[in-house]
């Protein structure tokens, strides 16, 4: 049987279970929280006094927090690259004719995910420290270029992709909210927060989809985990660019921004790792075949060769001047 078949099969054999995965790790779309419920009621008489309020507590953010807002803003908003990613996995059916319930899951997280670049946007509109047609230009390519996780269609890679990213963006969102807090921004503080909340809990089913998966096919999960790792896990704008500049070149300059303010770190790649080979007990799986146990030890090793690694890792110090943002204060 062809490698291609026996995903086929995982996933359908999964797949009456999503529907309980759905009900676990996402919220009702009526209880959720909408990006109206963190940002001034236009419709309001003190929609202007907010708005005021919010550009002021702007002012205390400094440069490279702005760069890493925007970054992540933009990161959020190339979310139509994500969907129609995961809709073409191996497995996510939108075309089955009854209602698969892993496309339904693709939906249902998008659906979630859109909130964020939602809120996020029309903060950085409202605080009045951002030229909001560049962020809007990078947005565009961002959705326009796509981009090259190295996961093809195999819905193993792509999970063990999600799991990982999902809970980056937990971090960084959840370290930007505290620094907002930090400098008296108690509003994109709670915003950033909630943000980092709704992260988390998606983190944990991509999470419980690779747990499931391990118990119908150890072999096969192990070795794509271990390939992920190999190839490294690529954040998802690692196409970033800024107007008028090449494919990708203002990724780095982000990533050293968020290196520098310690939003998202070479040592948080190497946490995240940790704690996926603990949750998914990488270190207690025994009967794997030759392959998958080199794999499996390959894992097990990684997170000790990564910390020698990234003990002689340089990142810039230097400010790179970004179209994004106007370089007003250094806080
Ligand atoms: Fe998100
Ligand atoms: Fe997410």
Same mark, same amino acid.
Request: with cysteine.
């Given at each position: 049987?062809?490698?291609?078949?026996?995903?086929?099969?995982?996933?359908?054999?999964?797949? !009456?279970?999503?529907?309980?995965?759905?009900?676990?790790?996402?919220?009702?779309?009526?209880?959720?929280?909408?990006?109206?419920?963190?940002?001034?009621? /236009?419709?309001?008489?003190?929609?202007?006094?907010?708005?005021?309020?919010?550009?002021?507590?702007?002012?205390?953010?400094?440069?490279?927090?702005?760069?890493?807002?925007?970054?992540?803003?933009?990161?959020?908003?190339?979310?139509?690259?994500?969907?129609?990613?995961?809709?073409?996995?191996?497995?996510?059916?939108?075309? /089955?004719?009854?209602?698969?319930?892993?496309?339904?899951?693709?939906?249902?997280? $998008?659906? %979630?995910?859109?909130?964020?670049?939602?809120?996020?946007?029309?903060?950085?509109?409202?605080?009045?420290?951002?030229?909001?047609?560049?962020? %809007?230009? $990078?947005?565009?390519?961002?959705?326009?270029?796509?981009?090259?996780?190295?996961?093809?269609?195999?819905?193993?890679?792509?999970?063990?992709?999600?799991?990982?990213?999902?809970?980056?963006?937990?971090? /960084?969102?959840?370290?930007?909210?505290?620094?907002?807090?930090?400098?008296?921004?108690?509003?994109?503080?709670?915003?950033?927060?909630?943000?980092?909340?709704?992260?988390?809990?998606?983190?944990?089913?991509?999470?419980?989809?690779?747990?499931?998966?391990?118990?119908?096919? !150890?072999?096969?999960?192990?070795?794509? =985990?271990?390939?992920?790792?190999?190839?490294?896990?690529?954040?998802?704008?690692? =196409?970033?660019?800024?107007?008028?500049?090449?494919?990708?070149?203002?990724?780095?300059?982000?990533?050293?921004?968020?290196?520098?303010?310690?939003?998202?770190?070479?040592?948080?790649?190497? %946490?995240?790792?940790?704690?996926?080979?603990?949750?998914?007990?990488?270190?207690?799986?025994?009967?794997? /075949?030759?392959?998958? %146990?080199?794999?499996?030890?390959?894992?097990?090793?990684?997170?000790?060769?990564?910390?020698?690694?990234?003990?002689?890792?340089?990142?810039?110090?230097?400010?790179?001047?970004?179209?994004?943002?106007?370089?007003?204060?250094?806080?």
């Amino acid at each position: 049987m062809s490698l291609k078949n026996i995903r086929l099969e995982v996933m359908q054999a999964i797949e !009456p279970k999503v529907q309980g995965f759905m009900d676990s790790f996402l919220i009702p779309i009526e209880e959720i929280w909408q990006p109206s419920d963190f940002l001034p009621d /236009s419709q309001n008489d003190n929609f202007f006094a907010e708005t005021e309020q919010i550009r002021e507590e702007a002012k205390e953010l400094g440069y490279d927090f702005w760069v890493t807002l925007v970054a992540d803003t933009i990161t959020e908003e190339a979310l139509p690259t994500y969907e129609s990613w995961l809709m073409d996995v191996e497995g996510i059916d939108q075309h /089955s004719g009854k209602e698969n319930g892993w496309s339904k899951w693709v939906r249902a997280w $998008t659906a %979630e995910e859109n909130r964020h670049g939602d809120v996020l946007n029309k903060y950085l509109y409202l605080s009045g420290r951002v030229n909001m047609r560049e962020v %809007e230009i $990078t947005t565009q390519h961002l959705i326009s270029d796509g981009f090259d996780i190295g996961t093809d269609r195999d819905p193993y890679k792509n999970f063990v992709y999600t799991t990982f990213q999902e809970l980056a963006t937990n971090i /960084s969102h959840k370290r930007v909210g505290k620094m907002a807090r930090q400098k008296g921004n108690g509003l994109l503080s709670k915003m950033c927060n909630i943000i980092a909340g709704d992260e988390m809990r998606h983190h944990l089913a991509y999470r419980e989809f690779v747990k499931t998966i391990m118990g119908q096919d !150890p072999n096969g999960i192990i070795e794509a =985990f271990a390939d992920m790792m190999k190839k490294k896990i690529v954040m998802p704008a690692h =196409f970033l660019r800024e107007s008028g500049e090449s494919i990708g070149t203002a990724f780095e300059q982000f990533s050293d921004c968020a290196q520098r303010l310690g939003v998202y770190t070479a040592q948080d790649y190497i %946490e995240i790792l940790k704690k996926l080979n603990d949750y998914w007990e990488v270190g207690n799986i025994r009967g794997l /075949s030759e392959q998958a %146990e080199k794999a499996r030890e390959y894992l097990m090793k990684l997170p000790e060769r990564l910390q020698r690694i990234s003990e002689r890792m340089q990142f810039s110090q230097d400010q790179y001047k970004f179209k994004w943002v106007q370089a007003n204060g250094m806080l």
